[in-house]
């Protein structure tokens, strides 16, 4: 059991210290860290979601309907519950209500679970990758493009309309990828071995890529531990992983398909929210930090629901 734990959590952890050490030693800056993230979220993680769902036999996702809707349904309902107690409860402003409702709502399930799931669950959690990419990207996003445009329209741009953000988003690759995957292989054609190997090589740095990005960001911003930094790390950490293990009993989902739901909602808080609160000015130091005390904290809350929800 501590081999597969270490084996899902320390290449993660690995990538982010050696990320870490690059920009301690002056060798990134943050320019570059928004690069690399670039190239994982139009180039590399596209292709791994494409090359995960053409692998996935046609039905597997005929029959996931149950661990779709709550992987799909938590995280849309978590998003929300944490903007409106931010919002309406303690008072935070728009921006910083919605980058902690992504903070909560926005596991890094596209970066790490890339590298965590695949190494438990192998090629079918491509699954569980795909839909929740498709729900940051296609649902979530567009709902935090939105709400920050509305308080930083001098940053963000002018927009009245959230349907524009969705039709943005629709026309991502990391969007499009995993969507044209599952036409193809719904359609009972087979996608061709040369297409799906030769995406291989790139897709396979997603993972890696993605969090020595995020350890050069955590370097440049030194983390700060206050209420809602603490609140927001709590909640992904620890709440959302055991809310999502309850929906799971309660849907009768077999023991294969739970653990992979909660684990799925074990993932840290994604990088994302540190390069948006960089484009809005606020809430920087307070996003870096979810971040980093997020992944932190997930290298015993991962590991202690990966002993838990072992069959």
């Known amino acids: 059991m501590l081999e597969t734990i270490c084996g ?52 597997q996702i005929l029959n996931s309907g149950r661990f779709a809707s709550i992987i799909i349904a938590w995280m849309i309902l978590s998003f929300l519950l944490t903007y409106w107690f931010s919002r309406f409860v303690f008072k935070r402003s728009v921006s910083l209500a919605a980058l902690q409702a992504m903070a909560v709502g926005n596991p890094s399930v596209p970066f790490v679970g890339s590298a965590v799931l695949g190494f438990l669950f192998g090629g079918q959690s491509a699954l569980a990758v795909s839909l929740a990419s498709l729900t940051i ?39 499009l990828a995993p969507l044209a995957a599952f036409v193809w292989v719904l359609s009972g054609f087979h996608i061709p071995h040369l297409l799906t190997t030769s995406f291989v090589m790139l897709g396979k740095t997603t993972g890696g890529a993605a969090m020595f990005a995020a350890g050069i960001l955590l370097c440049l911003m030194k983390p700060v531990l206050n209420s ?25 989902l077999s023991p294969f398909y739970l653990r992979e739901v909660v684990l799925t909602f074990a993932m840290p808080s994604a990088s994302v929210i540190v390069m948006l609160s960089s484009q809005i000015k606020k809430g920087e130091r307070e996003a870096a930090s979810t971040v980093f005390f997020s992944t932190v904290a997930s290298v015993f809350t991962m590991g202690a629901l990966i002993a838990l929800t072992a069959e």
């Open 8 to 59: 899902a959590i320390f290449p993660v952890v690995l990538s982010m210290m050696l990320g870490y050490l690059g920009a301690y030693l002056g060798m990134f800056n943050r320019d570059q860290a928004t690069a690399i993230n670039r190239m994982v979220l139009k180039f590399a993680l596209p292709m791994d979601l494409f090359v995960g769902i053409a692998r996935i036999n046609r039905d």
């Open 137 to 175: 990207n296609v649902v979530l996003i567009p709902i935090l493009y939105f709400l920050l445009a509305s308080d930083n329209p001098e940053t963000m741009g002018q927009s009245d309309n959230w349907m524009s953000h969705l039709v943005q988003a629709g026309k991502q690759p990391v969007v």
């Open 228 to 252: 809602m930094v603490l609140t927001s790390v709590t909640i992904r950490n620890i709440i959302a992983p055991v809310v999502a293990w309850g929906l799971a009993i309660a849907a009768h």
